[in-house]
């Protein structure tokens, strides 16, 4: 049974339309990732909450938002794509960042493709 | 930057044989961990091995750490055309108050049936 799910598997969206992805979980797990991953590379964090505390990477682009409006669903917002945000979209989950072992359980992810 | 470098960034072995990963990284941990990436897809929590261990197995996996070189180790011994996959390092290290995960590049496994 999925645990993480993300939808859709693959998106297609236009050069600086807005675009949604979202990720639903059903492990009751305090806290929400959000990954990108471009190809054979690392995923890379972009935020993540802690129940509905946002936490922003300094490193990610105002272009990027999140939204979680309750501890199943999590949104990632890409308010005016460009041809670089073309990626792989990971959702991941955790019990409690703050646990030794962080393992984090992952979706199939979102494929964007920007035209 | 980031914290695990991987080696080899590609792997091709026969089906059979035992394929060895290995990945650096540059500050201390908490623990590592070993994820698994099938084409396509997202990753998959494979073994975990805390700072204080130095050896850890998991069915046909085993895992070494060596903190004072800062690098870990996987092993697949008896491979088969189902481990082709990615398979990503993950350093754990506390970070603000919480346990920040950060995921090397990667190593691209085929097994060749």
């Known amino acids: 049974d999925a645990m993480v799910i993300q939808n859709p598997r693959y998106q297609v969206t236009q050069f600086g339309k807005p675009v949604t992805l979202s990720c639903s979980q059903t492990?009751?797990?305090?806290?929400m990732y959000w990954y990108q991953q471009k190809s054979s590379q690392a995923p890379k964090l972009l935020f993540h909450y802690y129940d509905k505390d946002f936490n922003n990477e300094a490193d990610t682009p105002d272009n990027f938002q999140s939204r979680r409006p309750n501890t199943s669903f999590c949104f990632l917002d890409i308010r005016s794509p460009g041809l670089g945000d073309a990626a792989m979209y990971l959702c991941?989950?955790?019990?409690?960042?703050?646990?030794?072992?962080?393992?984090?359980?992952f979706g199939a992810g979102t494929r964007l493709s920007v035209l | 930057s980031q914290q695990g470098e991987e080696d080899p960034q590609a792997l091709s072995i026969q089906e059979g044989e035992n394929a060895t990963m290995n990945c650096s990284y540059k500050?201390?941990?908490?623990?590592l961990q070993w994820y698994r990436q099938n084409s396509g897809r997202g990753l998959v929590h494979l073994i975990l091995?805390?700072?204080?261990?130095r050896e850890k197995h998991s069915g046909r996996l085993r895992v070494t750490l060596d903190t004072s070189k800062k690098s870990s180790s996987l092993l697949i011994t008896a491979s088969r055309a189902a481990d082709t996959a990615s398979y990503f390092c993950a350093t754990v290290l506390n970070s603000g108050g919480y346990q920040k995960v950060t995921f090397g590049t990667g190593t691209k496994l085929q097994v060749i049936p």
């Open positions: 500050t201390s941990i908490n623990n």
């Open positions: 991941a989950t955790s019990i409690d960042r703050a646990l030794a072992k962080n393992i984090q359980y």
């Open positions: 492990l009751n797990h305090n806290v």
């Open positions: 091995i805390r700072s204080n261990e």
